[in-house]
């Protein structure tokens, strides 16, 4: 059960309780510190958003030992991981893998996995790209087959998936294959025989990717065979919820840390902040941030109370598009606010820089987000 | 009027609004029923109608007017003793909500400027005798009101009016040229900020009177745009007899009046989000033009189209999202300047878009319904950047008052009117 209506309390309170632990566990350093890792993440910290915050559970029923929350809930999380460019399995494990289960509709499956991942002892992929990055249906080509002829429920999966966020460290790997019936997804451990994981050279050093190999890799059926094609579709309707509403954190902290050194430096004997040409520069990031917020916040509303036919569709799909280009201009505007500091490798600017681009090309990048866009819009 | 002197919950609200709507107006016709090709094409943000047309509209809207307020409907967050409702905001909305099912006159002509923006600067600053003759006046449809701030050298900095007010006896004699005043020509009285104390700082030395526009020396100039039409007047004041108990708050304290209409009209200008205009911008009628003109499968036409689209249902979020927080009781924030902001952006953005697909059918009219009638918004949007505040001057109070960031050095608020006045002519002629 999805707890709804959730008061602007509560989740301020949240929001409060999650800034502060970033602050302690992910400031700059950290994030430098984790980004140089092989694992790309603190297993400590994850260990204690867990414990202390229950975060990977946030979303998961009550039925599967989550606290059964919704993507407003979810959203204020990811707001502030985003500020703070938190290196986590959250975004893998909860935002794609969890909520790949669940629109599964496979009871068994989702008993067996979320209360792992719940209670953060499981991290989790979803491995869908291929070769060309795309999260299209028709371009996978990574092939299921039943194991044995006896009707038993083992397959195994031969082929080759990219962009794998966290895929080299995950536990769990749900994979999108193609069976004769069309793309199904599919259960598969980590550690598998005939499952070999690579970690990518990345653009955001702060989001593991890995390539992955399946060379007949055992796996399980999740769902029904063949249904994945709709199940990816709503995956992506929630993933890039989620991922907008990091997308609003990181070009907040843009924002602030622009207006924060507008205030600040001087030149001509003035505070740079005087000057209409960068005043408006930050009003103009202030107008963006504001929009984002916005879509991103009224997606995740509809999400969780419903809306008119097509309308989560819709938002979701015009929140990612308006968010990836919010926070790319949110990330360049703040190198140029900060004037040569701002793209020098010790200064955090390009950090947001990265992730800004990087966020904004996942799923298949501005093309696809606007074809999608307005194919939600029946255009 | 009778009214039941309980606050009506929303919903039993807007089923007394909907049996009043039911009994005085048609339903609209569906939107979701538009058609390419048919019915009316015109996409105008400013009226080009000619004067018998624009008159008959403005009686329209008098008349609609008059009918919602002996209705109750007249101003419903207005305070009872002025013939107002004593209701919320969130009945205002309801109200609006449930009109734009029905097809009423549009009632902008008093509405934008008298009822939105010079209404409350009235009852927060008038005389007890000028808010009991003038504010039912006006909320029945019989007086609308413009707004006389604005002068040549007084736009964005519009605490550098020299208007001068000068006292004799009990009245006040005033002298003087205002521009960019809306609804002028239609108006039977207007808030006029004028200079009373040119030897205090500029922003102390200001005082607000409400003139009756039929006074001698009022004289009422209309201004032609480049769509053609003339929404604005220039206002020219003669030897103009106001009596002191027409100034609206204190000698020299005009400024916190001008701040009470200024803060009215971003809100106003900012929720002007419905109407014909909006409709123009709805995805599917996007849709059905560029079907229309053989654009739709152009790649670059797409991306232009999903960008211009996004920004619009970003912009619709952030209101529905402000109109969430108010009717829950929060103050806005600022979605205000920022709505206000996006208004303009977003169908400057779109007139361009539609006209570049177009391409030389907006140039010159073939006759083809639905497209050589963008060229009327293309038209307004320079206009649309600058009234009600310039996107400069928005961008200002953004970056300062939410932001923090400093003001500009140099903006002199201390030194007596009169010695800017001398610097300025001094810079101007170098």
């Known amino acids: 059960m999805t707890v709804v209506g959730t008061s602007h309390e509560e989740l301020e309170e949240l929001r409060a309780a999650v800034r502060s632990f970033l602050e302690a566990k992910s400031s700059e350093e950290a994030v430098r510190k984790a980004a140089e890792t092989e694992l790309r993440y603190d297993p400590q910290v994850w260990a204690q958003m867990a414990e202390q915050l229950r975060l990977p559970g946030l979303i998961v029923p009550e039925e599967y030992g989550g606290d059964g929350f919704g993507q407003v809930a979810l959203g204020v999380v990811l707001e502030e991981a985003g500020r703070a460019l938190l290196c986590s399995p959250l975004f893998a494990t909860v935002v794609l893998a969890a909520q790949a289960l669940l629109a599964s509709g496979d009871h068994e499956a989702c008993a067996r996995h979320l209360p792992g991942i ?39 999966l031969t082929g080759s998936k990219s962009f794998v966020v966290d895929g080299a460290s995950a536990e769990l790997l749900l994979v999108i294959a193609r069976t004769t019936a069309g793309p199904s997804l599919f ?50 309707d929630s993933a890039v919820v989620g991922l907008a509403a990091e997308q609003v954190g990181g070009a907040g902290r843009c924002l602030d840390a622009s207006a924060e050194y507008a205030r600040t430096r001087t030149q001509f004997g003035r505070a740079i902040g005087t000057f209409q ?36 569709a819709a938002t979701a799909a015009a929140a990612h598009v308006y968010c990836s280009r919010a926070f790319m201009s949110a990330a360049m505007e703040n190198i140029q606010v900060h004037g040569g500091i701002g793209f020098t490798w010790e200064h955090p600017a390009h950090l947001y820089f990265r992730r800004a681009k990087s966020s904004q090309l996942m799923f298949g990048g501005p093309s696809a987000q606007h074809e999608r866009f307005l194919e939600r819009l029946g255009i | ?115 939105g923006m010079i209404g409350p600067t009235i009852l927060a600053h008038a005389r007890q005798h000028i808010k009991d003759h003038w504010l039912p006046a006006m909320y029945r449809g019989d007086a609308i009101a413009c707004q006389l701030f604005s002068e040549p050298d007084a736009g964005s900095d519009l605490a550098s009016v020299q208007t001068r007010a000068v006292r004799d006896g009990d009245t006040w004699v005033l002298n003087g040229q205002k521009v960019w005043t809306s609804v002028a020509h239609h108006s039977r009285i207007g808030v006029a900020l004028t200079r009373t104390n040119p030897d205090a700082p500029k922003h102390k ?98 991306a232009r189209l999903a960008d211009l689209l996004a920004d619009i249902k970003a912009t619709e979020a952030l209101n529905a999202r402000a109109m969430r927080s108010l009717r829950a009781g929060h103050s806005p924030g600022p979605e205000m300047s920022v709505s206000k902001l996006m208004y303009g952006q977003n169908l400057t953005r779109a007139a361009h878009f539609v006209t570049d697909v177009l391409g030389p059918s907006a140039v010159a009219d073939t006759g083809q319904w639905g497209t050589y ?46 010695e800017l006045r001398g610097v300025r002519t001094k810079e101007g002629s170098a």
């Open chain 2, 373 to 418: 009638a963008w060229s009327e918004l293309l038209l307004a949007t320079p206009a649309l950047r600058i009234l009600g505040g310039t996107e400069e001057i928005m961008k200002n109070i953004l970056a300062e008052r939410v932001l923090g960031l400093p003001k500009e050095p140099g903006i002199d608020t201390k030194s007596p009117f009169r």
């Open chain 1, 118 to 156: 719940a209670a953060g002892r499981t991290t989790a992929a979803l491995a869908v790209a291929e070769d060309s990055g795309a999260w299209d249906p028709v371009q996978i080509r990574t092939r299921a087959v039943r194991a044995q002829e006896d009707g038993s429920n083992g397959w195994e």
């Open chain 1, 277 to 312: 040409a960068v005043k408006h520069k930050c009003a103009d990031m202030l107008v963006q941030v504001e929009l984002a917020r916005a879509v991103a916040r009224e997606a995740a509303r509809i999400a969780d109370e419903g809306g008119e036919p097509g309308e989560f």
């Open chain 2, 1 to 115: 009027m009778a009214h039941d002197t309980d606050v009506p919950d929303p919903a039993a609200f807007a089923a007394e609004v909907r049996a009043f709507l039911d009994a005085h107006a048609r339903p609209a016709a569906d939107r979701a029923g538009f058609v390419w090709g048919e019915g009316d094409d015109r996409v105008a943000y400013f009226s080009s109608d000619p004067p018998e047309v624009e008159q008959a509209a403005t009686q329209a809207a008098r008349d609609w007017q008059r009918t919602r307020y002996e209705n109750g409907f007249g101003w419903i967050t207005g305070p009872k003793e002025y013939g107002g409702r004593g209701l919320t905001p969130v009945h205002d909305m309801v109200y609006d909500a449930v009109e734009a099912e029905y097809d009423v006159p549009d009632t902008g002509v008093l509405a934008v400027v008298g009822l």
């Open chain 2, 205 to 302: 030395g200001i005082t607000a009177f409400l003139v009756d526009m039929t006074t001698p020396g009022v004289e009422v100039r209309p201004l032609r745009q480049m769509t053609g039409g003339a929404d604005f007047n220039e206002v020219f004041l003669t030897d103009v007899r106001v009596p002191d108990d027409h100034r609206l708050g204190e000698v020299d304290g005009g400024w916190t009046v001008a701040l009470t209409t200024l803060m009215n009209e971003r809100a106003t200008v900012g929720n002007e989000g419905a109407g014909p205009v909006a409709a123009a911008l709805s995805p599917e009628r996007l849709a059905a033009l560029l079907r229309a003109t053989w654009t739709l499968d152009d790649h670059a036409v797409r």
């Open chain 1, 187 to 236: 259960a598969v451990d980590g550690k598998a025989p005939g499952v070999t994981a690579e970690a990518m050279e990345t653009l955001d050093a702060t989001r593991a990717m890995a390539r992955l190999r399946l060379d007949a890799a055992p796996a399980t059926l999740v769902g029904t065979d063949g249904a994945g094609g709709r199940l990816m579709a709503r995956v992506l």
